[in-house]
């Protein structure tokens, strides 16, 4: 009993390998082939599969070793998107940001190729991961559609092909990330009723990473998005925000984040045990899985590497107090 409690998993970025970095790099500058880059790109998904099971992580990603931002990945493989000018956006920190242009159109599969492949690295299941439609909409310009709306919408059916070609490739967990639903709480409706064009009648178990936080604007309302379970962060918060999913109960699987990713510093396992005691308070055992607050690209492969382990072990404890296997 209970092998099947707690599973552990990520959220989906891992932190990119010096040489991929540096690859990337020349490669935008003309100096490297496509080819050369795809080979990098694939070596550094092997590395990050290994890591994974050598943590001893339950449900595996393929580590998004092939992507920059999750939005302009996506609208730069679609029909219908441009590619602005720079755009400033935190502080200094310049972007170039997807332009709607024309009906947006995914002619071909975008990710399942890079699934297939790290999928048969593996015995373990690897996610399929996707951005959503409200995320793609609200982090592009739209010079195209008449309102947001269409343009979600419009997404959420092109989005939908790609979740029904991983289905078909093998994929048993499907993730379809929203972190901008969080910034917008006013158009959560609208999230919810793109999210249910994408997810109809699929039958691989779909998940949606919600990031920054503060849900008090969007719950119980979250509750309503069309997958079977949500990722949410609570360690970078001190597990305040858990207060929030009591009342009214919970009613989906969830994905409690308890390391968190943007500081250096790994946690205790004592830290993070105490996290999951807390967390199985508020929702219940069977539903709750365990891994980091939001993806790990942003720290080092030993940090990334470090606070895992940690959190599996933490997790391997935890079993072992409440008589689980
Ligand atoms: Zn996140």
């Known amino acids: 009993m209970g092998a099947q409690m707690l599973l552990t998993t990520t959220v989906g970025s891992f932190p990119k390998p010096t040489y991929l970095s540096k ?16 080979k990098l790109e694939r070596k ?31 609208a730069e493989r679609m029909e219908g998107f441009g590619i602005s000018g720079l755009v400033r956006s935190y502080g200094n920190r310049y972007y170039r940001k997807p332009v709607v242009k024309g009906e947006v159109k995914r002619d071909r599969p975008i ?9 048969g690295l593996t015995a373990k299941p690897v996610k399929g991961m996707l951005t959503g439609p409200y995320t793609m909409c609200d982090w592009s310009f739209n010079e195209f559609y008449p309102d947001r709306r269409s343009l979600v919408l419009a997404l959420a059916g092109e989005i939908r092909k790609e979740v029904l070609d991983l289905e078909k490739a093998g994929a048993k967990y499907v993730q379809i990330d929203e972190p901008a639903i969080s910034t917008r709480p006013d158009e959560i409706d609208l999230a919810i009723e793109a999210m249910k064009i994408v997810t109809q009648g699929v039958k691989a178990k779909t998940i949606s990473h919600i990031c920054y936080g ?21 360690a970078n918060g001190d597990f305040a925000n858990l207060d929030i999913f009591k009342s009214p109960p919970f009613t989906k699987e969830v994905a409690v984040g308890v390391v968190d990713v943007h500081s250096h510093v790994i946690e205790s396992k004592e830290q993070v045990k105490a996290g999951i005691r807390k967390a199985l308070e508020v929702f219940p055992l069977e539903n ?4 980091p607050d939001c993806g790990l690209k942003t720290r080092t492969w030993e940090e990334a590497e470090a606070k895992l382990k940690v959190m599996v072990q933490a997790v391997k404890e935890i079993k072992k107090e409440l008589g689980l296997k």
């Open 111 to 119: 990710t399942v190729e890079t699934f297939k492949f790290a999928q």
């Open 44 to 74: 550094a998904t092997e590395e990050c599969i290994r890591l994974q099971e050598g943590v001893g992580l339950d449900i595996l990603v393929h580590g998004e070793m092939e992507r920059g931002d999750m939005v302009t990945y996506f």
């Open 214 to 234: 503060d849900f008090t604007a969007m719950y119980p309302r979250i509750l309503d998005l069309a997958v079977d379970q949500l990722d949410l962060e609570f």
């Open 23 to 38: 690859a990337r790099n020349d490669y935008g500058k003309g100096r490297l082939s496509e080819q050369e880059l795809s």
């Open 288 to 291: 709750v899985y365990i891994d």
